[in-house]
């Protein structure tokens, strides 16, 4: 089994005045990226690699996560990633090295949101549906794909095991 986390950059600036390449993660947009990395360490659900698009919001929130967490984790840019739609995105994690078991991908929505949905055949149905509507910014969405193979990976053929958000995290803290 293979598990695909999907992560969705953290609350970046404002586009306005700047090229969107290059936004950074604002002050809320931090500490989110914190919460949720320690968030997943105390689910003991961690990836091996993570793999961001090279746009300053994504490198942040993974190097945020890297951080975070206690065994070392490797850090990996993929420009492919930057605006990708769900199907690059899909041929993206069909191409993932099978030395890797548990990848996430740090980028950016609608794709993200999009290829979880895409993929996400199996698991809570309420989940599914809640990941459909919104994917928000510092989410992260684990998917269990039953294959040896990252190229075996098919469309509806993920379970999710995980779908979280710092709204949510506020809510168990509160």
Do not use: Q
Not at 48 to 72: C, M, N, P, Q, Y
Not at 83 to 93: I, K, M, N, Q
Not at 135 to 164: C, K, M, Q, S, Y
């Amino acid at each position: 089994m293979r598990r695909l986390f999907l992560v969705r950059h953290a609350k970046a600036e404002p586009a306005v005045g700047r090229d969107d390449y290059e936004r950074a993660l604002t002050g809320r947009g931090r500490a989110d990226a914190r919460r949720m990395a320690l968030a997943l360490a105390e689910r003991k659900t961690l990836p091996d690699v993570l793999i961001h698009s090279g746009a300053e919001r994504a490198k942040e929130t993974a190097e945020i996560f890297a951080a975070e967490w206690k065994h070392a984790v490797e850090l990996r840019e993929e420009p492919g990633l930057y605006d990708a739609g769900p199907d690059t995105l899909f041929a993206c994690a069909r191409a993932l090295p099978d030395s890797r078991v548990r990848v996430a991908l740090v980028g950016h929505n609608p794709g993200l949101g999009e290829l979880a949905v895409m993929l996400a055949g199996a698991g809570a149905h309420s989940e599914v549906r809640r990941l459909a509507a919104k994917f928000p910014t510092g989410a992260v969405a684990a998917l269990d794909l039953r294959v040896r193979h990252w190229a075996e990976i098919a469309p509806n053929a993920g379970e999710l095991a995980l779908f979280l958000t710092p709204a949510e995290l506020d809510a168990e803290a509160g």
